[in-house]
């Protein structure tokens, strides 16, 4: 049984720190799923100038601003780092740069205040984000996790245990938000650029092709369609007209959402307890969450959604994920290091 768990009756409190990407964060979480505090510094308007993340800046900003977002996610929980039970961070999948960020501040501050530390897998994070959206939700369960970098499929067994039903074989869907984005001069943040301008346009006006490659694979291919809209723009260039940026929004987004719910479904009623649960940043995405909410009413399906604010990058979702693992494995020792490439 890991320390603490046992010899007291308070409740049980993870300090977590992210910083696999463009957002610092950190959060305090009492006994896995209620939250105490959820702070996150977006580095989104100092990317914008770059149309995307670059690597090297986002480093720096994260080492500017950690220590300040760990202080405040002790503040805004009411408690100082004596209070805390267990320290859990990204330790990939992410940017090598700004992973080791994380996980340096990580270590020092359980090895200065002798508190246990964990790693946690980002891709598990993001599913875990539904555990505290949904105090009810528990495994086995499908998750569709869409997010900038994955798209899969997954079967969560139990809390730490996760099967790959299927993956993307090119593009994940977020990345396809973002390339489209920038092909019809949305710009950066391509995804909640698309979901709004999307709401203006008809989704009918423009047909884009459905990829499902194989019926019984849940395996998924973006990569075509963002050279489809390439094409199309193209077209549509050479020939003089205008183009609609609206109906060129909602007809990606439709192509792309119908395939995500089509497999999904597919994957609970082949895999999964009648349950399913969305997850990543594209899960902020207004046209996947209403259409799914839809199909799995239709289909008998209970669905969990996370709420917006848990649903792109926060540490909230990593407390909930490392609290998890080290019920069931423990502690890591201080030689935890950081991988860009983490499987699931
Ligand atoms: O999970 P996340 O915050 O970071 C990664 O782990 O990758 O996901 C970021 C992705 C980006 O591609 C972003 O464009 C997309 O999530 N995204 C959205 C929306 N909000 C964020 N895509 C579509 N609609 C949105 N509202
Ligand atoms: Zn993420």
Redesign the pocket.
Known sequence: MPKNLNDKCERFLTLAIES??DETAAAVVADGRELLSNVISSQIETHTLYGGVVPEIASRQHLTNINDVISSALTEADITIKDIDLIAVTHGPGLIGTLVIGVAAAKALALANDIPLVGVN?MHG?ICSNFISSKELIPPFVSLVV????TNLIKVKDYTEFEVLGSTRDDAV??A??KVARVIGLGY????K??EIAKKGNPDAIFFKRVYLNKDSLDFSFSGIKTAVLNYVNTERQAGRELNTADIAAGFQEAVVEVLINKSVDAVKRYGNEKLVLA???A???RIRKALAQKCEQEGIKLHLPEKVL???NAAMIACAGYYKYLDKGEDDLSLDAYADLPF
């Open positions: 696999s990407c980002h993001h997010s900038g970098g994955h977020g990345e938000y973002d943040p391509g995804g909640p698309i979901d990543g940043g594209v902020a995405n207004s649903c792109t990058d």
